[in-house]
T-cell receptor, first 113, second 114 residues
Framework: GESVGLHLPTLSVQEGDNSIINCAYS??????FIWYKQESGKGPQFIID?????DKRQGQRVTVLLNKTVKHLSLQIAATQPGDSAVYFC????????????FGAGTRLAVHP | GAVVSQHPSRVICKSGTSVKIECRSL??????MFWYRQFPKQSLMLMAT?????????EQGVEKDKFLINHASLTLSTLTVTSAHPEDSSFYIC??????????FGPGTRLTVL
């Protein structure tokens, strides 16, 4: 199930299930979006990216969907594994150049055996 | 792949002291580096954009005199937290850009101010 805590919402899934993590972004002019995985005490790790001229991109076990009409991104993880347990952030490239990234609030994914 | 390191990984200091955190791109030259701060159970908040050889650009609400950034070379940026206080305790993360679409993150530095 999904719950909203004081800060990070948590998505709990069973091992082997598919996971869908959602993100609402803020800037309709953003042209590039990235999903990151962050394990406790570590820096963000790149998962997959998508440009604004696309609506879907697939990687290994992961798919990112982009809906520009409602400014929504989703990350789908197939056959979720315990090693996927982490916090997931979407990020959008803001305006102003220099590749500045604005991070979303994040979702904690808890995978149960 | 491109690797970004940070040093130290953890630091504990007394209130009122200054702490320097280093961010290095190990196998590539990065014209731009970014510094983020992350409080527990929260997202990454961009603090500043650091360009080699020029002054850093700080985000709104970030005190430039408190968080000194120096980007002296294409592989090194430093963040100095001056006169640190307990509310500065946080996880500080840097990133470095290899190209416009490639940004690599360091492992982070846990700062605890007593």
């Amino acid at each position: 199930g999904e719950s909203v805590g004081l800060h990070l919402p948590t998505l709990s899934v069973q091992e082997g299930d598919n996971s869908i993590i959602n993100c609402a972004y803020s800037n309709s002019a953003s042209d590039y979006f990235i999903w990151y995985k962050q394990e406790s005490g570590k820096g963000p790790q790149f998962i997959i990216d998508i440009r604004s001229n696309m609506d879907k991109r697939q990687g290994q076990r992961v798919t990112v969907l982009l809906n520009k009409t409602v400014k929504h991104l989703s990350l789908q993880i197939a056959a979720t594994q315990p090693g996927d347990s982490a916090v997931y952030f979407c990020a959008e490239r803001g305006s102003g150049g220099y590749n500045k990234l604005i991070f979303g609030a994040g979702t904690r994914l808890a995978v149960h055996p | 792949g491109a690797v970004v390191s940070q040093h130290p990984s953890r630091v504990i200091c007394k209130s009122g002291t200054s702490v320097k955190i280093e961010c290095r791109s190990l196998d590539f030259q990065a014209t731009t580096m970014f510094w983020y701060r992350q409080f527990p159970k929260q997202s990454l908040m961009l603090m500043a954009t650091s360009n080699e050889g020029s002054k850093a650009t700080y985000e709104q609400g970030v005190e430039k005199d408190k968080f000194l950034i120096n980007h002296a070379s294409l592989t090194l940026s430093t963040l100095t937290v001056t006169s640190a206080h307990p509310e500065d305790s946080s996880f500080y993360i840097c990133s470095a850009t290899l190209s416009y679409n490639e940004q690599f993150f360091g492992p982070g530095t846990r700062l605890t101010v007593l």
